[in-house]
């Protein structure tokens, strides 16, 4: 595939020279930038999201016991529906804002957010509609699940703008702890989808915090923000068009796993799949978002200041991620199909056979996925397109396939995962590719 063209936002205000100071308007505080610290970053964050993942992980044996296979499938269908608008509502304006000026980037921040309740509005007025004609009432919750998965999305990247990785890290733990704890707790009043629902939802609260940056442009701010309507030119509205699209492609081949098990199989099997898919692959996707915060803010910086060095720096990195999962995802494979039974309850003794299955697909998604917002960020965004569609493509076929031959669930999603696996090295080579293109044009 041939690169895409630099000229995408070319207009947008040139960044501002090597290294950066600027004080915070939050705490009124000096925050330096560098390129240095995306080792110690990238542990911040590690540890922030290990953490939470282990109460998370400790308490699946309560919640198991909670709510039973048929629940969790409902709320998990609900939730990957809602996830579509995940990303794809902000349009990637937040990505678009690591790249530009400060007083840029802060408008681009409120237009994410803006972007982000439109489109849950309309969604939530769709859920409506399906609920009118016959849908569970676990559906009008469709919307507010949606943003309350997007909003950390613009959140997190203000902390990552500021350098402000400690933060970031305390709230991957919280997130991680909280929704696990929430759901128990409303589960055990009334153990249903809703309270699922609720329970992801209430945990998430916190990052609203962190939007008070965005009231003001305050005394301490560098310059004023950007107005919208200054920033809202056609460059940016080509970004957001060919962000969105990618991002919303990128969601439904990531969700499409749980939409077409319950579509092929029942709500049973979808909670079963549901389970093992929290347990392996979202786990190793917390740590590779937290990852993520730290690609998005060095490699951001680098491109605004047009540093040189992402190519090894990313592949360090990769090479620490490949090294921190794989005995993890060994040790998933090997022992969940024995261990399932006995810590979740026989209900869901299935859950570590597809555990088993995942492992491989889980782990190349640990190593390569962070990195797929470095093609954003380096002006590739077309590539990243591209690999979307196949990948949504190649998750599809690995699911309805089998199916359609009389297979059982077990051996669709071990397609699945062979098929993940492959993607996800396509990925790693292109973003190897732009990595390696940006150094040439900084001058390595």
Not at 302 to 327: N, W
Not at 379 to 395: A, E, G, N, S, Y
Request: charge should be positive.
């Amino acid at each position: 595939m041939p690169p895409t063209s630099d000229s995408d936002c070319a207009t947008l205000p040139s960044p501002r020279a090597s290294r950066r100071v600027w004080t915070s308007r939050r705490r009124g505080r000096k925050v330096t930038t560098a390129g240095s610290g995306f080792r110690r970053a990238g542990l911040t964050l590690l540890a922030g999201s290990a953490g939470g993942n282990l109460v998370a992980l400790a308490l699946a044996p309560v919640l198991t016991r909670v709510f039973d296979p048929t629940s969790f499938g409902a709320f998990s269908t609900v939730m990957a529906t809602a996830s579509l608008m995940v990303g794809f509502s902000s349009f990637r304006f937040e990505l678009l804002a690591q790249r530009v000026p400060r007083e840029t980037g802060e408008s681009l921040f409120r237009l994410a957010l803006w972007s982000i309740l439109a489109v849950g509005l309309v969604v939530t007025g769709a859920s409506f509609v399906a609920w009118k004609l016959g849908a569970e009432p676990i559906w009008l919750m469709c919307g507010a699940l949606g943003v309350a998965g997007s909003v950390p999305l613009v959140s997190s990247a203000i902390a990552t703008w500021e350098s402000r990785y400690r933060w970031l890290a305390s709230m991957n733990f919280a997130q991680g702890a909280l929704t696990p704890i929430a759901q128990i707790t409303l589960g055990l009043a009334s153990a249903t989808g809703g309270a699922l629902a609720a329970g992801f939802t209430v945990a998430r609260l916190g990052w609203l915090i962190n939007l008070r940056a965005l009231r003001g442009s305050g005394e301490a701010a560098p310059a004023p923000p950007a107005r919208l309507h200054d920033i809202l030119r056609l460059d940016v509205l080509r970004f957001g068009l060919i962000g969105g699209a990618s991002a919303l492609v990128n969601a439904a081949a990531s969700q499409a796993p749980i939409l077409l098990v319950a579509f092929l199989y029942g709500h049973t099997e979808a909670g079963l799949f549901a389970m093992a898919f929290r347990l392996i692959v979202a786990p190793l996707g917390l740590v590779a978002q937290a990852a993520s915060g730290a690609v998005v803010g060095e490699v951001g910086r680098s491109v605004r200041e047009r540093r040189s060095g992402i190519h090894e720096l990313i592949s360090h990195a990769m090479r620490d991620l490949a090294m921190l999962g794989l005995a993890p995802a060994a040790a998933a494979a090997l022992l969940a199909p024995y261990l399932a039974p006995r810590i979740l309850g026989e209900a869901w003794a299935d859950t570590g056979w597809l555990i088993s299955a995942l492992a491989v697909g889980a782990l190349a998604q640990l190593v390569a996925a962070p990195f797929g917002q470095v093609l954003i960020l380096t002006h590739h965004q077309r590539w990243l397109l591209i690999w979307d569609v196949l990948r949504l493509t190649l998750t599809c076929a690995a699911l309805v396939i089998p199916r359609a031959l009389g297979w059982p669930v077990l051996a669709g999603v071990g397609a699945l995962s062979l098929g993940q696996a492959v993607m996800y090295g396509a990925l790693v080579a292109l973003v190897r590719q732009a990595s390696r293109s940006h150094d040439t044009d900084s001058g390595a």
